[in-house]
């Protein structure tokens, strides 16, 4: 009988035990997730102080009508618009994503460019085109290409105006556009229509899903390169809703860039104080749209991510930092072209 008592009494004492560390466990949980809760509002709150979501309409595109956006994509993939007609918008500027390592940039009569030609997705957002700021905006950005002799090598404008008069569906597509002008086809209005589609071509990422409130939106690794890339200082030049495309900075600020031939923005202003600099590039699909670096010299993101440490930070970044850095621009790429990379961004 005693013995029957104390392997109850044990019984219940052990259940009373397990409940009291199954309360503590729930405790623990509870209190882990609410720290790791409040830790992300913190990191969102910080990231929020210098970036922003991509706002759903680009600057100018309340004006543009679904007729002109479609005469504008059938043009910016048109290789009629170049001289030998072997080389349209979307040759050197991919919709796209995964393109092949080229460096420079080649024209239609296969002369180089120079310079590496760089995404137009979410162009519209950035405050001047060109790696120079030579442009202000998209339009007056689509007319220098085509007139270009190292770009699409059209030696006068009535040339491209021929060619585009003699196509029936382009006599029908610029009355449609531009119902009130009884001459439609004209430069301003090709490239009014190359810009109204390129207003078009606006991403969604993760990055902005985590910007909005979604805790989900990036994984614990990508969280830790995005704390990385603020306390290193990365969001003084890549700031904003395009995390670039804002500013101008020179390339070498800390320690000198390799190629010292290209003056940047000083071809542009003659100002000796913008020797080396151009526009610093939007982040936004990085991952997708190598090569790097206004000479399009750099191959891989791990490079540059590592380069730019040392040229702008004076910053050995190790192995792990780059790596890590890297994990969360991942979260930058558009969904549709993360998932389907090689079907083509075609806008909205």
């Known amino acids: 009988m005693q013995r029957a008592l104390a392997l109850a009494k044990t019984v219940r004492l052990h259940k009373i035990h397990s409940r009291l560390l199954m309360m503590w466990m729930t405790v623990a949980l509870s209190t882990c997730s609410a720290i790791a809760a409040t830790d992300v509002d913190a990191l969102r709150a910080r990231a929020l102080e210098v970036f922003a979501p991509l706002p759903a309409k680009m600057p100018g595109a309340e004006h543009d009508t679904r007729e002109l956006i479609a005469l504008g994509r059938k043009l910016f993939f048109d290789k009629n618009l170049s001289t030998n007609k072997t080389t349209s918008c979307n040759t050197c500027h991919e919709m796209g994503s995964r393109a092949k390592y080229r460096g420079e940039s080649i024209g239609a009569t296969g002369k180089s460019t120079a310079r590496n030609s760089p995404t137009v997705l979410n162009a519209g957002f950035h405050f001047a085109q060109f790696w120079d700021g030579r442009s202000a905006d998209l339009q007056s950005q689509a007319r220098v290409p085509m007139l270009n002799p190292d770009e699409m090598g059209m030696p006068v404008e009535a040339e491209l105006l021929k060619r585009l008069r003699e196509s029936g569906n382009y006599q029908r597509q610029f009355a449609r556009s531009f119902p009130d002008k009884s001459e439609p086809f004209n430069i301003e209005n090709i490239t009014r229509a190359i810009a109204a589609y390129e207003r078009t071509l606006i991403t969604h990422d993760r990055f902005d899903d985590f ?25 003084r030049c890549h700031n904003g809703s395009a ?36 526009k610093v590039p939007s982040l936004r699909n990085v991952v997708l749209t190598p090569p790097y670096f206004h000479d399009g010299q750099v191959a891989t993101l791990t490079e540059a991510i590592r380069l730019m440490g040392y040229l702008q930070l004076d910053r050995q970044l190790t192995r792990a930092e780059v790596e890590s850095i890297e994990t969360f621009l991942h979260s930058l790429s558009d969904l549709q072209l993360a998932l389907r990379p090689n079907t083509g961004f075609l806008g909205r």
Request: hydrophobic content about 35%; aromatic content about 10%.
């Open 211 to 235: 910007l909005k409130g979604s805790d989900r939106a990036l994984s614990r690794a990508e969280r830790k390169g995005l704390k990385l890339f603020l306390d290193f200082g990365c969001a």
């Open 243 to 278: 995390l670039g495309g804002n500013s101008f900075q020179k390339t070498g600020l800390k320690n000198p860039y390799a190629n010292m031939n290209d003056l940047g923005r000083a071809t542009i202003t003659g100002n000796e104080a913008d020797r080396f600099k151009f």
